[in-house]
């Protein structure tokens, strides 16, 4: 069965350090591919997606990922985080199985510390 | 209106009680979903509607069900509200299914 795994809960880093959050799916073939970001009280708001073509996509707000087929991933990075990245992210994949259907992940929350 | 809405904002509802949350979009998009948030188990998919006129269940559609009248509408009912529905409920709409989800600010409900 398809499924999406983001490996950590949450994650604290420095403002200013580099970020990196986690993101595996199990599929046959390569999936559309998603990270959503969610500020308290709100709802989701995309930041970037991958069809196809270059593997690695830029988002807005500097994030970026990159599609690694050989290891089912998509890990979205970011060279330096501002306290404002502090929310949850969202890892989604979006397959055809009798239908098209996009699958979450558990969602990595991000504290940001000065 | 611009995007997508959802109301109302909360609720707390007895259990046994019919409840309607409503979701309206003004992007003209096919597709529409609903989906529950809780800690720990991301979001999980309700119901669906590819086009208006048509709905298709998701991975916990029960105790729970959709109508889509016309593009714009796809209001969610829980017939007899149960306190394992207490959940924080998101609308989504995108213009087909493989495309970018749009999310409304989301419905919180306690069921008592």
């Known amino acids: 069965a398809q499924s999406v795994t983001q490996p950590d809960i949450h994650i604290t880093v420095s403002e200013g350090a580099s970020l990196e959050l986690r993101c595996n799916y199990s599929?046959?073939?390569?999936?559309?591919l998603f990270w959503y970001v969610q500020s308290p009280g709100q709802g989701l708001q995309l930041l970037l997606k991958y069809f196809s073509g270059d593997t690695l996509v830029q988002g807005i707000k500097g994030f970026e990922a990159e599609f690694k087929r050989s290891q089912s991933s998509f890990n979205l990075r970011k060279p330096s985080v501002h306290w404002s990245d502090a929310a949850e992210y969202f890892c989604?994949?979006?397959?055809?199985?009798?239908?098209?259907?996009?699958?979450f992940g558990a969602g990595t929350r991000l504290f940001v510390k000065a | 209106i611009a995007g997508i809405t959802q109301a109302p904002t909360s609720q707390i509802l007895a259990a046994g009680r019919r409840m309607t949350l409503r979701c309206t979009q003004d992007m003209r998009h096919n597709a529409m979903y609903w989906y529950r948030q809780d800690l720990g188990l991301g979001l999980r998919l309700i119901h669906y509607s590819n086009t208006a006129g048509t709905t298709g269940k998701g991975e916990v559609p029960d105790g729970y069900s959709v109508s889509r009248a016309n593009t714009d509408d796809f209001p969610l009912t829980l017939a007899s509200a149960v306190p394992s529905q207490t959940s924080v409920y998101f609308c989504a709409s995108s213009p087909r299914m493989e495309d970018t989800q749009y999310f409304g600010p989301g419905t919180r409900l306690t069921v008592l």
């Open positions: 599929y046959g073939a390569t999936p559309y």
């Open positions: 989604a994949v979006g397959v055809y199985t009798g239908g098209f259907k996009t699958i």
